[in-house]
């Protein structure tokens, strides 16, 4: 096939290990996801939504399937690859913000970047400007906000300027009016052309998303796009994108 | 579920955990056992010397007469002690004193070391307990059970094993024929037993009151999050 | 108005818990001397015990310095009554010295593993954090084993600074602390102090072996569900 899509996942399946039984996260799950899409994923707790971030994410392997983001087949690659593969292309933001709690807000900005002979300072400081925190370079995470927080982890995911950015359960952890801030921001990235992917509870996080998916035991509801030139390959029944 | 699993207590806890934790807390018992094996080592080597001390000379030295009739270990690799004079002997006392006292010293940053990962790594299992209701006092309660427990453990286990295997191995790697080491027969009394038991429970249920006091002071609600 | 107030304490206390102020830029060494720092009680049981163990194999490196310079060229003169205890204590220290190195040497390394894995547990969240924002196992494990060396060598600093300063007084002491026995000379060698750094960085090659291995096996996205 010529056209690719941006992100693809192919017929993956995942099971865990709990306790004594095995939970299927994933059941044969095929998406395919353009470049410059902002797609939400919904679900109940244990859905898979997690599992596919970090299936994307290069975190986790697939049982059997592949997962194909960029033209590059991570499921393929060790785990040294994956892990220079997401500093490179993927900013990661968490639900628990997952900030270094002994380094101040520029500094945990910096922080994928810190094994590199240059560290870009000045690109760092832009950007917690950027998320609207110029004033709060040198606190540590202990004195700000949950949102404040999540806004230095969303300056942290675009310190190497990636293409993808994956959420999960970004607004999980905050309340409901810096959560619509930080929407916002995450709209304004993908204006500027990145590809987010969100899992997320939170309905008007999802309704701000220009395409919806909904997950349960691992496999695809629904899919639904927002906007005129949504992704017509995510509903499962049409299949455009879709190997069958 | 038996009938003897009804009573619940911070002992059956402790037991509990140990058990379900095997590879940890066997590091940890050979861990704190090896040092408690070390200050045995030292102090026996003492005990030994003091009582020859005494023996030829009633006023050699001011550890007279705390020494009763004692039970040697070491039987074979007993070496003509007199061949050392008695000054030299004190020369000896002295070093080990000094030896014994920071070995005691280590074993207490070591234990503190060992009983604070066991704390650590049950930061959640603390978050739980006290969501349910335990008091941190109550909490506190079966970490020191827990401690003394592998206290106990590892005195028995340094005393039956570790000292002998440290002997015996340097026995046999010295090897020398005029005896070395042995010119001092270690020699370990129940009095020193005591001592030495007593000292290891102490530093134990210490070590490990210092190690759970922090994480015990942090709200349940932060330990049931991940460690942020 | 309350806000300006807030944000004016708030930036307060964010001075006082950074109070190197903030570097321009973010590097592995200022990040790990940070952790080292924050974990600072910690640090310095660790390092307490190192340097503790290290004053050790110095005291009894020094011993066996003073009987070996006693006894170097004097060897064609007719031995006094002293110099033959001395030799006789010279043989039974020659021993003492190798089993008490060793023993010192296995306890360094138990304290670095035992160290190294709180780091490596308490941490887990962050260091699987650092995985998933693109660091690689090598580069984390780096952090890790960097911070614990740092800690091994303030431990041998501290214990050769120690050595300094108590070596010398007890060669004074050593007579009167048990109101007998030889002068036995106590002669501050300087190798012993090459020797115990070099012990002091092995021990710790040797003991981050086990914690870098859990880094590398773990799965930085299995710790962040197990969290999440």
Known sequence: MPDRPFIETIDVVKTYKVGSSMVTALDHFSIGIEEGEMVAIMGPSGSGKTSLLNMIGGLDRPDSGAVR?????INRLGEEQRARFRKNNIGFIFQFFNLIPSLTAIENVLVPVMFERETPVKRAGELLERVGLGDRFDHLPGMLSGGERQRVAIARALINDPMLILADEPTGNIDSETAREIVSLFR?????GKTLILA???RIVAGRAKVMIKIRDGRMVRGKAHSRDGMRSLSPDKGGGVPE | MNETDRSFNSATYALSHIRHDLFRSITTVVTISLTIAFILLTTSLLFGLVNEISETDEKASILDGMIPGSVSMFEEFRIDGSQLSKESKASLVNYLLVTSVLVIMVAFFIMFNTM???????RGEIGVLRSVGFSSREVMKIFLTEGGV?????FLSALFLGTPFIVNLAAYLIE???????????????????????LTMLLTVFTTYLAAKKTLRVRPVEMLRPTR | MRDRENRLATRKRAKKSAPWGTPKKLTPLGYMVRE?????SRTFMSAAGIASLALLFILFSSMEQGLDDHFRGETEDVPTEESIELFKVKQVMDDWVYLISALCWTLMVLVIVNTATITVVERKFELASLRALGLSSV?????????????????????????VVIIPLLDIANLSLLGGGLDLPLVYDPISIVNTLLLGLGAGALGLIPPLLMIIRSSPMEVLRDAG
Do not use: C, Y
Not at chain 3, 145 to 162: E, K, N, P, R, T
């Open chain 2, 176 to 198: 020398r024929g005029d005896g070395g080491i042995f010119f001092v027969q270690p020699m370990i009394p129940l009095q020193l037993v005591a001592i030495i038991g007593a």
């Open chain 1, 200 to 202: 997320t509870h939170d």
């Open chain 3, 139 to 163: 580069q984390v494990s780096f952090l890790v084993g960097s911070s614990m060396m740092l800690i091994v060598s303030f431990g041998i600093m501290a214990g050769i600074i120690a050595s």
């Open chain 1, 188 to 192: 304004e990235l993908n204006d500027e």
């Open chain 3, 36 to 40: 080292v720092w924050r974990n600072r």
């Open chain 1, 69 to 73: 983001v960029k033209e590059v087949e």
């Open chain 2, 116 to 122: 604070s990962i066991s704390v650590q790594e049950r």
């Open chain 2, 150 to 154: 592998i206290g106990m453990i590892s």
